[in-house]
């Protein structure tokens, strides 16, 4: 048997039994395991062994009868190389991307540092800060006014207003008919605020760095619940959530006040 050709099947993913089964199923055309065992030179018990495997990979079919011994037939060498080469080509390409992703990520010198807020403190704590500083606009997404009033954000906002900030609330459309929200809206006359069908979340966006995006949700395993979201001064986060809070403000309602 042509020992290169056994290497050569066993560099492209062979077994040393593998290569030789097959190679001796090739010359043979189809044959028992008797056969492809004295052809082979494989011991007889491995040649079953092997030619299960072989089957497996469907490079062999195999036909089992009652009256006669099993007999075996060798998949085409070219449709058995085809296949092969196609696994390859498709492991190559994903070793390239892959190890590609690793290394352009291994080049950058600066990564955006993200920061997760637990908590109703820290979370309207960060966007007090983050209203108090914008000077240009101050975009708000948040599930349900009450939250506005409730951290004291309703008196920077009309100030804010006055000093010609652009500013925006998009709320959702539950509660917005509670008298308690209706209140609030009155004392946002001047302040555009737009309704969505369904918001359960915060994103938080203005001419400053820092931005959040977030909600609230379960924190834990046990059900717990409570607000959390990721703050960033990385500017491709910034500007992803300011595409976002316009999309979703272009396709909101106007509230009624």
């Known amino acids: 048997m042509d020992r290169n050709l056994v290497e ?4 492209i993913g062979f077994s040393e039994y593998e290569a030789k089964v097959y ?3 090739v010359q043979l055309g ?3 395991a008797a056969e492809i065992s004295k052809t082979s030179l494989v011991p007889t018990n491995r040649v079953y062994q092997t030619l299960d495997r072989l089957q497996d990979k469907g490079f062999v079919k195999g036909q089992i009868g009652d009256s006669i011994a099993n007999y075996y037939v060798p998949e085409t060498p070219d449709k058995v190389i085809d296949n092969i080469e196609a696994e390859y080509i498709d492991k ?3 070793a390239r991307r892959g190890l590609s992703a690793i290394w352009e990520r291994a080049k950058r010198k600066d990564f955006p540092v993200m920061w997760t807020l637990r908590g109703n403190r820290s979370v309207f704590q960060t966007i007090h800060e983050i209203l108090e500083m914008s000077t240009e606009y101050f975009y708000l997404a948040i599930d349900t006014l009450f939250d506005i009033q ?3 954000l309703l008196p920077v ?3 804010k207003k006055l000093e010609g900030v652009d500013i925006r609330i998009l709320t959702s459309f539950t509660g917005i008919d509670d008298p308690g929200e209706k209140e609030i809206l009155k004392e946002m006359e001047h302040v ?3 309704v969505m069908e369904k918001l359960d979340t915060i994103w938080c966006v203005s001419e400053q760095p820092d931005t959040l995006l977030g909600g609230f949700g379960m924190i834990n395993e046990r059900g717990e619940k409570d607000f959390v979201c990721l703050q960033s001064s990385d500017k491709g986060f910034h500007d992803s ?3 976002l809070f316009i999309s979703a403000w272009e396709n909101s309602t106007e509230s009624i006040k």
């Open 241 to 243: 959530v300011k595409l």
């Open 150 to 152: 409730e951290y004291s």
């Open 23 to 25: 190679i001796a199923l």
């Open 192 to 194: 555009p605020v737009r």
């Open 92 to 94: 190559i390409r994903l």
């Open 30 to 32: 189809g044959g028992t």
């Open 157 to 159: 906002i009309k100030e």
């Open 8 to 11: 050569a099947l066993k560099f």
